[in-house]
């Protein structure tokens, strides 16, 4: 495997447009500034992300229960939460041009697109609000949430009561944020309406420190986990100036964008702010009672929380690579078996009744365990190109040979080894593949196939 290219924002934005992963948001009208659809391969891709961050951080877990909460929220959780008046930017107009810019972006506070003075900053807040009810009226003001960690605030006793959760657990929700910034760009780094992964962990506030360790450790190796080279992945500690209105502390997991560092995921110790806020204005209880020490307390909350769009993003640029191949250049996604959208592809050698009918029984057998493509378009070699630029880990190869002796070949993504196998054995050897098997011993009596480089 050669050393990994390092790719560009542009070759990754004419992939996934090429290939059917990110389209721009309604694009025959000519595009809805920063937002953004997914096409069929996107949408896997991001289902993966999100089944393997629940996986992670609810399903085999003891101590964190799932949530989903409505993302239009009684407006006083916004008063309450600081977002009413802390969650702002300023925003700042260019004279000559009349382009908009966050103030603290601008370098020598002049127009970057002209060089022009741009006025005094004024402070914009970044919720997108809306009307609820036929008439647009003040009372009805409610607001698309920002983040998600609020409905999981709101809703920390009805968990508590329901779940018999004790301390130290946490309550995870993935779901969509919306946030008009002023400034998008970089293809989905920075959208207006995103998707969030977040966990709110509560603990007694002696251990918080303790914690946001063990969550900043324990994020940064999920990336790892599924991938992402270390190399590309850094922690940043947020200054006292850069800290958002509710963090006591707050560390970015930073991750080497083709534009440069940037954050990846925050995880933050927000102490007790945002369920103080909440017992104050709601007049409701927010504390904890420890049947050990007979105390009642508001806990403290570390919350990792990450971007789906910015995780698909980083997995997509980490994955890219291209290597020379014959007299061409073969790009390749090496996605983590966990990621990739396509799991495995059935290639039939030709269109031929005899190998169709053998093919097409192994491709309906197969997608009952993953997602799989059928492809019987153009030459054996332009195919498995096709799918090693989508990232799919494994092609099985149906010739005329697998007539007479019911034998198949499995072409691996990233060596480009190949094996051949009896039909019968294909699923298991695949299901163990997938897991991270090394490809050529099979766990179940240790045989060895016979392994051929792809011609
Ligand atoms: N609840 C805490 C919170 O929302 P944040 O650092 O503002 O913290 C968390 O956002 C994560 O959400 C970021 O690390 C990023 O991955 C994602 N995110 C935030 N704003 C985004 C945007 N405009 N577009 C895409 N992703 C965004």
């Given at each position: 495997m050669t050393e990994p290219a390092k790719v560009s924002m542009e070759k990754i934005v004419s992939l996934s447009q090429?290939?059917?992963?990110?389209?721009?948001?309604?694009?025959?009208?000519?595009?809805?500034?920063?937002?953004?659809?997914?096409?069929?391969?996107?949408?896997?891709?991001?289902?993966?992300?999100?089944?393997?961050?629940?996986?992670?951080?609810?399903?085999?877990?003891?101590?964190?229960?799932?949530?989903?909460?409505?993302?239009?929220?009684?407006?006083?959780?916004?008063?309450?939460?600081?977002?009413?008046?802390?969650?702002?930017?300023?925003?700042?107009?260019?004279?000559?041009?009349?382009?908009?810019?966050?103030?603290?972006?601008?370098?020598?506070?002049?127009?970057?697109?002209?060089?022009?003075?741009?006025?005094?900053?004024?402070?914009?807040?970044?919720?997108?609000?809306?009307?609820?009810?036929?008439?647009?009226?003040?009372?009805?003001?409610?607001?698309?949430?920002?983040?998600?960690?609020?409905?999981?605030?709101?809703?920390?006793?009805?968990?508590?009561?329901?779940?018999?959760?004790?301390?130290?657990?946490?309550?995870?929700?993935?779901?969509?944020?919306?946030?008009?910034?002023?400034?998008?760009?970089?293809?989905?780094?920075?959208s207006r309406e995103f998707e969030q992964m977040e966990i709110e962990f509560f603990v007694k506030p002696e251990t918080a420190e303790e914690w946001f360790k063990y969550w900043r450790e324990e994020r940064l190796n999920w990336y790892v986990k599924l991938g992402i080279k270390k190399e590309n992945l850094k922690l940043r500690q947020h200054a006292k100036g850069e800290l958002a209105h509710y963090a006591r502390a707050c560390d970015d997991i930073d991750y080497l964008f083709p534009m440069g560092w940037a954050e990846l995921e925050g995880v933050a110790n927000r102490g007790d702010f945002d369920l103080v806020q909440h017992a104050n204005a709601s007049?409701?209880?927010?504390?904890?009672?420890?049947?050990?020490?007979?105390?009642?307390?508001?806990?403290?909350?570390?919350?990792?929380?990450?971007?789906?769009d910015r995780s698909a993003l980083a997995f997509l640029c980490d994955a890219y690579d291209e290597e020379p191949d014959k007299d061409e250049m073969r790009v390749v996604l090496r996605f983590h078996p966990a990621l990739a959208p396509v799991k495995v592809a059935v290639l039939p050698l030709s269109r031929r009744e005899q190998l169709v009918t053998v093919a097409k029984q192994i491709y309906a057998d197969l997608r009952q365990c993953w997602m799989v493509q059928y492809d019987d378009a153009q030459s054996i070699g332009r195919r498995y190109r096709r799918q090693d630029e989508i990232g799919t880990p494994f092609c099985v190869t149906i010739d005329f040979q697998s007539l007479e002796d019911e034998q198949v070949t499995i072409r691996e993504r990233d060596s480009m080894n190949q094996i051949r196998l009896p039909i019968a054995e294909l699923k298991q050897t695949l299901e163990a593949k997938l897991e991270g098997e090394d490809l050529f011993v099979l766990p179940a009596g240790g045989k060895v196939w016979k392994v051929e480089k792809e011609v």
């Amino acid at each position: 495997m050669t050393e990994p290219a390092k790719v560009s924002m542009e070759k990754i934005v004419s992939l996934s447009q090429r290939r059917g992963f990110i389209f721009p948001s309604s694009e025959i009208y000519g595009g809805l500034s920063s937002c953004w659809d997914y096409g069929p391969l996107g949408v896997e891709l991001k289902r993966n992300i999100k089944q393997a961050w629940w996986q992670t951080v609810v399903q085999e877990r003891d101590d964190m229960v799932g949530l989903d909460t409505s993302i239009l929220t009684h407006p006083q959780t916004w008063a309450a939460s600081g977002h009413l008046e802390g969650f702002v930017d300023p925003l700042v107009e260019c004279k000559s041009c009349h382009l908009r810019w966050r103030g603290d972006d601008l370098k020598d506070n002049s127009c970057p697109s002209c060089g022009g003075e741009v006025t005094e900053p004024r402070l914009f807040n970044l919720m997108f609000k809306t009307f609820m009810g036929p008439i647009e009226e003040d009372a009805s003001v409610v607001y698309l949430r920002p983040e998600t960690a609020q409905g999981i605030f709101v809703n920390f006793q009805n968990v508590l009561n329901t779940t018999r959760k004790r301390l130290p657990f946490g309550i995870a929700q993935i779901g969509k944020a919306f946030r008009n910034e002023i400034t998008t760009g970089n293809f989905i780094f920075r959208s207006r309406e995103f998707e969030q992964m977040e966990i709110e962990f509560f603990v007694k506030p002696e251990t918080a420190e303790e914690w946001f360790k063990y969550w900043r450790e324990e994020r940064l190796n999920w990336y790892v986990k599924l991938g992402i080279k270390k190399e590309n992945l850094k922690l940043r500690q947020h200054a006292k100036g850069e800290l958002a209105h509710y963090a006591r502390a707050c560390d970015d997991i930073d991750y080497l964008f083709p534009m440069g560092w940037a954050e990846l995921e925050g995880v933050a110790n927000r102490g007790d702010f945002d369920l103080v806020q909440h017992a104050n204005a709601s007049g409701k209880g927010m504390t904890y009672f420890d049947d050990e020490t007979k105390e009642h307390f508001i806990p403290y909350i570390i919350e990792p929380s990450a971007g789906v769009d910015r995780s698909a993003l980083a997995f997509l640029c980490d994955a890219y690579d291209e290597e020379p191949d014959k007299d061409e250049m073969r790009v390749v996604l090496r996605f983590h078996p966990a990621l990739a959208p396509v799991k495995v592809a059935v290639l039939p050698l030709s269109r031929r009744e005899q190998l169709v009918t053998v093919a097409k029984q192994i491709y309906a057998d197969l997608r009952q365990c993953w997602m799989v493509q059928y492809d019987d378009a153009q030459s054996i070699g332009r195919r498995y190109r096709r799918q090693d630029e989508i990232g799919t880990p494994f092609c099985v190869t149906i010739d005329f040979q697998s007539l007479e002796d019911e034998q198949v070949t499995i072409r691996e993504r990233d060596s480009m080894n190949q094996i051949r196998l009896p039909i019968a054995e294909l699923k298991q050897t695949l299901e163990a593949k997938l897991e991270g098997e090394d490809l050529f011993v099979l766990p179940a009596g240790g045989k060895v196939w016979k392994v051929e480089k792809e011609v």
